[in-house]
């Protein structure tokens, strides 16, 4: 059974820093990983989607790893901002339709 | 742009009532899929439906049924709501042939609180 990890649970930076997220899979078998950021009481906003044919994708400040033999993955943040703070999402995706197994999610505080 | 919209954010109801949240997508999506969203669970899958008129169960789908009458529009409903089914509901749809650049697009969520 997939189970995907999310450490840390929760982390607070100063503005300006550079940080990783980090996401860990049992299952290597996946069509691609995901990464979702969530604002409180908000609805999922995915941010980059690597397949599993790839290691890593970026979009602006974001970059994005997937290492499958090892089941793992990591979302790094360039020069954090206070906007960036949410909870972040780490999924993958299992069977032909789609579905997808989330993590925990990892809350991020950025302070000014 | 994509859009998947929730018929309530907010929602409060009574222990025994019959609950119906709504959820409709305009991007023409066969897949739609229903999550809740508890503290220290995640999100976890309750029901989906890959066409009109059909439905699978995802990993959690007691207490709840599904209705797909039309593509754009999937209903999850509580038959007799429960204290224990006070939770953030969400819902997804994507793309049926799923290639491995798809993604889910989410709705904003429903928060129901059962009395």
């Known amino acids: 059974k997939q189970e995907v990890t999310q450490i840390p649970a929760a982390l607070s930076v100063p503005e300006g820093e550079n940080l990783v997220l980090n996401c860990s899979f049992t299952?290597?078998?996946?069509?691609?990983l995901q990464w979702f950021r969530q604002d409180p009481g908000k609805g999922l906003t995915s941010l980059l989607l690597?397949?599993?044919?790839?290691r890593e994708q970026t979009s602006g400040r974001l970059n994005a790893s997937l290492d499958k033999s090892s089941g793992r993955s990591t979302l790094y943040i360039a020069a954090s901002q206070p906007g960036d703070s949410a909870t972040y999402l780490c999924?993958?995706?299992?069977?032909?339709?789609?579905?997808?197994?989330f993590g925990k999610g990892t809350k991020l505080s950025v302070k000014p | 742009d994509v859009k998947v919209t929730q018929s309530s954010r907010y929602l409060v109801k009574r222990t025994g009532e019959k609950v119906f949240l709504e959820c409709v997508q305009d991007?023409?999506?066969?897949?739609m899929f229903w999550y809740r969203q508890d503290p220290g669970l995640g999100l976890r899958l309750i029901y989906f439906?890959?066409?009109?008129?059909?439905?699978e169960k995802g990993d959690i789908p007691e207490g709840y049924s599904v209705s797909r009458e039309k593509k754009e529009r999937f209903s999850l409903i509580l038959e007799s709501a429960s204290t224990n089914q006070t939770s953030m509901y969400l819902c997804?749809?994507?793309?049926?042939?799923?290639?491995?650049?798809?993604?889910?697009?989410f709705g904003p969520g429903t928060r129901l609180t059962v009395l």
């Open positions: 299952d290597s078998a996946i069509y691609n």
């Open positions: 690597i397949q599993s044919s790839q």
């Open positions: 999924a993958v995706t299992r069977g032909s339709q789609g579905n997808l197994i």
């Open positions: 439906s890959y066409d009109v008129k059909m439905k």
């Open positions: 997804a749809s994507s793309l049926q042939y799923y290639s491995n650049s798809d993604t889910q697009y």
């Open positions: 991007m023409d999506h066969e897949n």
